[in-house]
T-cell receptor, first 114, second 112 residues
Framework: NAGVTQTPKFRVLKTGQSMTLLCAQD?????MYWYRQDPGMGLRLIHY???????AKGEVPDGYNVSRLKKQNFLLGLESAAPSQTSVYFC?????????????FGPGTRLLVL | QKEVEQDPGPLSVPEGAIVSLNCTYS??????FMWYRQYSRKGPELLMY????GNKEDGRFTAQVDKSSKYISLFIRDSQPSDSATYLC????????????FGSGTQLTVLP
């Protein structure tokens, strides 16, 4: 049982390049999330999904797109990377049932945009 | 004003000390409260989860929620060097698709 995994672990991009971050979970969770973490700002929600084929915007969605074609995968895309998107990105997943409000996090992807 | 405020620290204590970490919040709709621990260059891991006001204990850790004051705390007894990490409070309301609002985190160092 691997939990939540993220690919890649680290990436360097040039301004204007595109990339996709992959998140996979093997816990059969319904909900999945993408966060970014910047110094002194905690974790901020980018996009989330409450089920296969559905996505919604979080607190800081601009410049990002997501897709959830399979229940176990949640993709985060940057179409045209900007230096302001330099951050550590975390994926998380959660059960939908009552009393299961906690989220389980992946190890993170460090992204540097030059 | 942020919805969730957390003392940023850093906090440095000697081994064996009692540590108190705190968060305040402004959204009265928050009903579920969590503490996450994050080691350097790792993802956050759930430490404590509480729903109602009051105390919840798990080993050396105690989570306290005071909804009337919109204040939550995490106490660590007999702190160990292995407790050195960043502690994040998080909370959400019911029916919010589990959208968590996080504090900015408190960096704790326990000195041997």
């Amino acid at each position: 049982n691997a939990g939540v995994t993220q690919t890649p672990k680290f990436r360097v991009l040039k301004t204007g390049q595109s990339m996709t971050l992959l998140c996979a979970q093997d816990m059969n969770h319904e909900y999945m999330y993408w966060y970014r973490q910047d110094p002194g700002m905690g974790l901020r929600l980018i996009h989330y999904s409450v089920g296969e084929g559905t996505t919604a915007k979080g607190e800081v969605p601009d410049g990002y797109n997501v897709s959830r074609l399979k229940k176990q995968n949640f993709l985060l895309g940057l179409e045209s990377a900007a230096p302001s998107q330099t951050s550590v990105y975390f994926c998380a997943s959660s059960y939908a049932g009552a009393g299961e409000e906690t989220q389980y996090f992946g190890p993170g992807t460090r992204l540097l945009v030059l | 004003q942020k919805e969730v405020e957390q003392d940023p620290g850093p906090l440095s204590v000697p081994e064996g000390a009692i540590v108190s970490l705190n968060c305040t919040y402004s959204n009265s709709a928050f009903q579920y409260f969590m503490w996450y621990r994050q080691y350097s260059r790792k993802g956050p891991e759930l430490l404590m989860y509480t729903y109602s006001s009051g105390n919840k204990e798990d080993g050396r850790f105690t989570a306290q929620v005071d909804k009337s004051s919109k204040y939550i705390s995490l106490f660590i007894r007999d702190s160990q060097p292995s407790d050195s990490a960043t502690y994040l409070c998080a909370m959400c309301s019911s029916g919010s698709a589990r959208q968590l609002t996080f504090g900015s985190g408190t960096q704790l160092t326990v000195l041997p």
